[in-house]
Nanobody
């Protein structure tokens, strides 16, 4: 059974930091683009960041550029999202995703989500 399991969410004050992890199991994700989406209450799921299988190419949603950093460890089948200078508007459920090729909301695999809450 293929799974993506997120961890690292929680409650943090504005300006603080969190590090999300997403561990894949059931298959190797070495050749997959991996990344993160988020969904706030009443809003659609939106792209946050992605990283190519080699780790050499990354993309970020405009509002998180310079604050969030995505990385991956293929030996551990794990992708990370370091979130710094968090803002209340970053509050959402964060989902890990993996896909062959470009990562979109129609990704091949999804995690169950982890809640991130940023208080003002």
């Amino acid at each position: 059974q293929v799974q993506l399991v997120e961890s690292g969410g929680g409650l943090v004050q504005a300006g603080g930091s969190l590090r999300l992890s997403c561990a894949g199991s059931g298959r190797t994700f070495t050749s997959f683009t991996m990344g993160w989406f988020r969904q706030a209450p009443g809003k659609e799921r939106e792209f946050v960041a992605s990283i190519a299988w080699s780790g050499g190419t990354t993309f970020y949603e405009y509002s998180v550029k310079g604050r969030f950093t995505i990385s991956r460890d293929n030996a551990k089948n794990t992708v990370y999202l370091q979130m710094n200078s968090l803002k209340p508007e970053d509050t959402a459920v964060y989902y890990c995703a993996a896909s062959v090729g470009v990562l979109t909301t129609r990704a091949d695999y999804w995690g169950q989500g982890t809640q991130v809450t940023v208080s003002s």
